[in-house]
């Protein structure tokens, strides 16, 4: 009796199957954790640089509560059921995060063109007043280059003629702040606001630059109207205008230290706008 429960038994065993070992080794989970890693900074990297900051306020905290998370569960998975709950998790993650820096790309291609013309556009605006300087004023009276009515007559024309482009400018830039911020609602509204937002900080500044530059071209029209009344009651030296009057000497330097104010008070403006 005891023989043949003995060979029962041991036939049972040997059929049997052995159990296959389903625990997750250690070097597995170190390659699945570099492998995570790696995909997740690849799909980071498809935000461009200029959005970061946007990437890191609309997702960063997701992505480090979320990443602490899978690296917690990798670490406890010992069997392959959590591993591939990893798997599936770390994928949907990765995939989350590159479908957002794609956006943020196509959002870069849609808003560059907008803002390349606005640029385009401020450096047209620059041009244009830049073909009204009155050096050739400030050269004649210092004695530089020779002084003839006839082109103090042309520099009253061309300083009338620079407070008129500046009005016309200030329309213009803003029209156009208002055309752009309205193209770039209609791609991302987020991006509207940040460009309303940089034209509330700069605009002051812009604005105050053409009152400045308006100013000092009155000023100089103010003066060559002067210079022109005046024809027959002054000589040019070499070291200036030299009057006969004592009080139009005294009126000359008034509106030389007046323009010279202007002049020092647009530069401090220029030097606080944002360079481009």
Known sequence: ML?????????ADS?????????????????????????????????PGEY???????????????????????????TRGLLALFCALALAQVGCVALLGLH??????A???????????????????ERFQLDALFEMSSGKRQLSITDLQELRTQAQDGQAEVDQVKADVIRSRSDTERHISAVSP???????????????????????LKEHYAECE???TFLIARQGQFSQTSEGLRF??????ETFDQQIGTIERTQKELASVVRQLPQD
């Not at 296959?20 to 935000?47: D, K």
């Open 190 to 212: 987020r991006a509207a606001r940040s460009f309303r937002q940089g034209v509330e900080t700069t605009g002051p500044l812009y604005e105050k630059e053409m009152d400045l």
């Open 111 to 129: 808003l560059r063109p907008m803002m390349e013309a606005f640029k385009t556009k401020r450096a047209e605006w620059t041009s244009r007043l």
């Open 244 to 249: 006969k009057k004592a009080e139009d000497a």
């Open 15 to 47: 059929a049997t199957p052995p159990r296959q070992n389903s625990r997750v080794r250690w070097f597995v989970r170190i390659g699945l954790f570099l492998v995570h890693i790696g995909s997740l900074a690849g799909a980071a990297s498809l935000t």
């Open 3 to 11: 023989s043949t429960s003995s060979q029962t038994v041991e036939a």
């Open 104 to 109: 943020f790309q196509a959002e870069d291609r």
């Open 52 to 78: 970061a900051f946007q990437f890191g306020f609309d997702a960063g905290s997701i992505v480090l509560v979320s990443t602490m998370f899978l690296w917690i569960l990798l670490w406890a998975a010992r």
């Open 222 to 224: 103010q003066m060559l």
